[in-house]
């Protein structure tokens, strides 16, 4: 029986791993590691099919240690006690042991303790694989004992070199045209594996003649594309949605916008955000904003998917597109420390309310200047606490509306200061 091209592809030297020069090039990581002679336990950090597995197979042979493998998906306790048993005998005859562990996120914070005693004490070197950020999947201890190495997802030349090493293996080229090769790269979305099996159901037509984009695409179906909306990739792209717009950036916006979707992203979840960002990034410098991401939210939410789409997608251009202002969001925040700060100060005597003759004598409402009989209908009265200095908390940007939310706050501090002078 035939292997699978991805077997029959696999590399056998570090040097021939694509994609991961940063690691396993002349002045990579692991080339210098193992030329030290000190191969330290690895936490492999990448997404699927960029060589997690390959590497660690690598340095156990270069490395001269005997290679075990076990998933988290499938293993437990006593899978663990009899690798670490094995391991221990190994290692009183003077043999070493690499301990590769794929999907370790999926082991439990106990299972993941077990594996500290074993790393202290040189019984094996583990290199564990994961899809998930080291950070919140793996335990603190583990990961303290372990240096993390991020595996990069295989760019458009590393997928054409992956592609020809397939044709050479398989003896033709593959029957597509220049644009579907293209695209025969990109539906692979970083994964060489995926894209060797993609490349094993080509090599089966028997027609030599060139596939287009449309004939690739009636072949194969599809990948979905990597998104989890439960995990790490959910929030890198909500991140680089709020930055896109934050940069003023709509056509980045609009791209990360569509990739949440294609990803299966609850549209809501989206409105929510983009209203957010409208209060926090646009604010005053555009009052319109928020107005018109609770207006889209409101049209999704009476249309729904797929027409309801279109109304936040509008939203999202809007907010690339409108002047920025975060003074809002620092004010109030500013605003929160000094309250919590002041504790409980009592409004100026002044400004408080007298329904009662014992309130008036306490001189509730003394003094206090009706701003509508004033000149400029402006009392310029203090109504911070007693005992608090005026603070500043709100200043307008330069920018948008709030150019003139400026000057009026501007005008209003001059005649503040010319009636207290």
């Not at 290679?67 to 290692?91: C, M, W």
């Not at 793996?138 to 372990?146: F, I, Q, T, W, Y």
């Not at 398989?170 to 045209?177: I, K, N, Q, S, T």
């Not at 555009?286 to 939410?301: F, H, M, R």
């Given at each position: 029986?035939?292997?699978?091209?991805?077997?029959?592809?696999?590399?056998?030297?570090?040097?021939?791993?694509?994609?991961?020069?940063?690691?396993?090039?002349?002045?990579?990581?692991?080339?210098?590691?193992?030329?030290?002679?000190?191969?330290?336990?690895?936490?492999?950090?990448?997404?699927?099919?960029?060589?997690?597995?390959?590497?660690?197979?690598?340095?156990?042979?270069?490395?001269?240690?005997?290679?075990?493998?076990?998933?988290?998906?499938?293993?437990?306790?006593?899978?663990?006690?009899?690798?670490?048993?094995?391991?221990?005998?190994?290692?009183?005859?003077?043999?070493?042991?690499?301990?590769?562990?794929?999907?370790?996120?999926?082991?439990?914070?106990?299972?993941?303790?077990?594996?500290?005693?074993?790393?202290?004490?040189?019984?094996?070197?583990?290199?564990?694989?994961?899809?998930?950020?080291?950070?919140?999947?793996?335990?603190?201890?583990?990961?303290?004992?372990?240096?993390?190495?991020?595996?990069?997802?295989?760019?458009?030349?590393?997928?054409?070199?992956?592609?020809?090493?397939?044709?050479?293996?398989?003896?033709?080229?593959?029957?597509?045209?220049?644009?579907?090769?293209?695209?025969?790269?990109?539906?692979?979305?970083?994964?060489?594996?995926?894209?060797?099996?993609?490349?094993?159901?080509?090599?089966?037509?028997?027609?030599?003649?060139?596939?287009?984009?449309?004939?690739?695409?009636?072949?194969?179906?599809?990948?979905?594309?990597?998104?989890?909306?439960?995990?790490?990739?959910?929030?890198?792209?909500?991140?680089?949605?709020?930055?896109?717009?934050?940069?003023?950036?709509?056509?980045?916006?609009?791209?990360?916008?569509?990739?949440?979707?294609?990803?299966?992203?609850?549209?809501?979840?989206?409105?929510?955000?983009?209203?957010r960002f409208a209060s926090e990034d646009v604010g005053l410098a555009d009052p319109q904003a928020v107005v018109q991401a609770l207006a889209g939210w409101e049209t999704y939410e009476r249309l729904g998917s797929p027409e309801g789409e279109?109304?936040?997608?509008?939203?999202?251009?809007?907010?690339?597109?409108?002047?920025?202002?975060?003074?809002?969001?620092?004010?109030?925040?500013?605003?929160?420390?000094?309250?919590?700060?002041?504790?409980?100060?009592?409004?100026?005597?002044?400004?408080?309310?007298?329904?009662?003759?014992?309130?008036?004598?306490?001189?509730?409402?003394?003094?206090?200047?009706?701003?509508?009989?004033?000149?400029?209908?402006?009392?310029?009265?203090?109504?911070?606490?007693?005992?608090?200095?005026?603070?500043?908390?709100?200043?307008?940007?330069?920018?948008?509306?709030?150019?003139?939310?400026?000057?009026?706050?501007?005008?209003?501090?001059?005649?503040?200061?010319?009636?207290?002078?």
């Amino acid at each position: 029986m035939i292997a699978p091209l991805a077997d029959r592809l696999r590399p056998r030297a570090l040097d021939e791993v694509v994609g991961q020069e940063h690691l396993v090039g002349p002045a990579g990581t692991l080339t210098r590691m193992l030329g030290r002679g000190s191969l330290a336990s690895l936490v492999l950090w990448g997404p699927p099919g960029v060589g997690k597995t390959t590497i660690a197979r690598l340095l156990a042979s270069q490395a001269s240690l005997e290679f075990v493998q076990l998933s988290a998906v499938f293993s437990g306790v006593a899978d663990l006690k009899r690798v670490f048993e094995e391991a221990t005998k190994r290692r009183r005859l003077g043999e070493g042991t690499l301990l590769f562990v794929d999907e370790i996120h999926r082991f439990n914070r106990a299972q993941q303790d077990g594996f500290l005693p074993v790393v202290e004490n040189g019984t094996v070197v583990l290199v564990g694989a994961t899809t998930e950020n080291p950070s919140f999947a793996l335990n603190g201890a583990l990961l303290s004992r372990c240096q993390v190495l991020v595996l990069k997802r295989l760019d458009d030349a590393a997928m054409e070199l992956i592609l020809a090493r397939a044709e050479d293996v398989v003896g033709r080229r593959v029957p597509l045209d220049e644009e579907a090769r293209g695209t025969l790269r990109a539906m692979a979305d970083g994964d060489g594996r995926y894209l060797l099996n993609l490349v094993e159901q080509l090599a089966a037509v028997e027609d030599p003649t060139p596939m287009d984009t449309a004939g690739l695409s009636e072949l194969l179906s599809k990948r979905a594309a990597l998104y989890d909306k439960d995990r790490e990739e959910h929030y890198n792209l909500i991140s680089a949605l709020h930055k896109s717009l934050r940069g003023s950036d709509p056509d980045a916006a609009l791209y990360w916008f569509a990739r949440m979707l294609t990803g299966g992203e609850d549209p809501r979840f989206i409105a929510r955000r983009l209203v957010r960002f409208a209060s926090e990034d646009v604010g005053l410098a555009d009052p319109q904003a928020v107005v018109q991401a609770l207006a889209g939210w409101e049209t999704y939410e009476r249309l729904g998917s797929p027409e309801g789409e279109l109304a936040l997608a509008q939203v999202v251009l809007y907010l690339g597109s409108a002047p920025k202002s975060n003074a809002a969001y620092t004010a109030f925040k500013a605003a929160m420390r000094a309250a919590k700060q002041t504790g409980s100060l009592m409004p100026p005597a002044h400004i408080l309310n007298a329904p009662t003759k014992m309130m008036k004598n306490l001189g509730y409402g003394a003094g206090y200047a009706y701003d509508h009989d004033q000149e400029d209908a402006f009392s310029g009265q203090n109504y911070f606490p007693d005992g608090l200095a005026r603070q500043n908390f709100y200043t307008p940007r330069d920018r948008g509306f709030e150019r003139e939310l400026g000057k009026r706050l501007d005008h209003w501090s001059r005649l503040r200061q010319d009636k207290k002078t």
